[in-house]
């Protein structure tokens, strides 16, 4: 029986050697996964007229960005070894598939509270919200589901050897990604100054600003995603075999267009 080995690595992550599959262990994930707890009690308690809760997402939110950078840090300054077995792509993308069932499980009790909400409303939207306009975010939603068709089309690209032109691809996902959060940064802003539509304007306003704000933070998410993606494939990092970073950002931003094209016809058509 082949003897467990283990090595620090120069990033600070402990590399360890089983069975013919190298092993990258980082305490990054725990420092992200403990970062984000802040937020949602940071939004609980300031939805609750709670000051410090402000400062809980602000702290929250800032460290979740730092661990996420610091990740990023410790990815591109590994040795990566395109020898790695398809059996350990093959446990990457199982547990990149029930990342992906946690975070529909979350956006599913977005919607089954929106559901019942409006449920127990005898009209809805409630008596003095504003009506929402269609057109601006029908055309955010043309543009994200542009974006799911660049992103594919990228990362055919890269099967086939085609680095250069798989990175401008991802570059366009990119520029339309950051032109989806503008319009939706610009729909809040109008609401907020024309209609004085806020975060506390009762379950209606919460929830508006709750779901389209979380959506909104997972598109950055994968915007940063797509970011590392370009510095790797810069680096020469990826081959046509081994390149499952741009496969889990590709997943990941398609599970964000499905998700948004949901709220659309939640929020803005129902």
Known sequence: MRTLQKEQHPT????????GHVQHLSYWPIALGLSCGFIPFGIVMYSRGIKIGLLLLA?????????????????????LTPEQ????????RLGLKLFLVS??????????????????QAVWPPEGAPHL?????????????????????????LQHGKNLASRRWVVLT???????????????????AFDEFTFNEGVYGT????????????????????????????????????????????WYWHFVDVIWIFLFGTIYLL
């Open 12 to 19: 600070g992550a402990v590399v360890r050697e089983a069975h």
């Open 59 to 79: 702290v929250g939110a800032v460290l979740t960005l730092g661990s996420m950078i610091g990740w990023a840090v410790s990815l591109l300054r590994e040795k």
């Open 85 to 92: 077995s398809a059996q350990g792509d093959l446990w990457l």
């Open 103 to 120: 975070e529909t499980a979350i956006f599913g009790a977005f919607f089954a509270h929106y559901y019942y909400s409006r449920m127990h």
């Open 133 to 157: 306009a269609t057109s601006l975010p029908a055309i955010a939603t043309l543009i994200l589901m542009i974006s799911s068709a660049t992103v594919n089309r990228a990362h055919h690209l």
């Open 174 to 192: 990119i520029v339309l990604g950051v032109v989806f959060l503008t319009i939706q940064g610009y729909e809040w802003g109008f609401l907020k």
């Open 207 to 250: 929830l508006f600003y709750i779901m389209t704000g979380f959506h909104g933070l997972h598109v950055a998410t994968g915007l940063l995603l797509l970011l590392l993606v370009y510095i790797r494939l810069t680096l020469g990092h990826f081959t046509p075999q081994r390149h499952f970073a741009f496969l889990a950002a590709s």
